[in-house]
């Protein structure tokens, strides 16, 4: 019969060697994501992937806080971030670099995440936005991908953390 691991048999590794560990080369750009729960989600999702980076952008949320800390329990620590002001020229300055650009938004011509295949050695930088209004239209307009999460239900969209976690998933699978 199946038994559930316990907290000694789910210890990973300590913060430092989780710093010295080698990350995928993806980062997370939020996009004005104002919801400071939100933010600890997805620096804890980004700890479970090895995400090399979290840019948080515009108004996003930043550490310290205390609803950053009570969701991302402790990856505020681990994982590497900082703030920009400006996501989009943030986003234009990764691109010159040689990364492509990811945006999750529902867009016409997207593709469907669970049928995207990145190229062998690409770096990506996946955005993620707003909870009421999304990804900034400029960025959607710069995208060398628009992906979306196929939904079949009532409701025409996720939450943020939720979608950003659905895809680093598909991402790194």
Known sequence: MPRKKNI???????????RQLPKLPLVVITDNVRSMHNIGSIFRTAD????????????SGVPPHPEITKTALGAE???AWRHVDDTFGEVVRLKEQGWKVCVLEQVHG???????????????????????SGVDQRIVDLADY???????????????????G????????
């Open 8 to 18: 000694v048999e789910l210890t990973r590794c300590s913060a430092e060697e989780y």
């Open 48 to 59: 479970a992937f090895l995400v090399e980076e979290i840019v948080l952008g515009g108004i």
């Open 77 to 79: 620590e681990t994982v």
């Open 110 to 132: 997207s593709i469907p995440l669970p049928e995207f295949r990145a190229r062998p050695g690409e770096r990506l930088a996946l955005v993620v936005g707003n909870e009421v």
């Open 146 to 164: 628009l992906l979306e999460i196929p939904q079949y239900g009532t409701k025409h969209s996720l939450n943020v953390s939720v979608s950003t």
């Open 166 to 173: 659905i895809a680093l998933y598909a991402l790194t699978t």
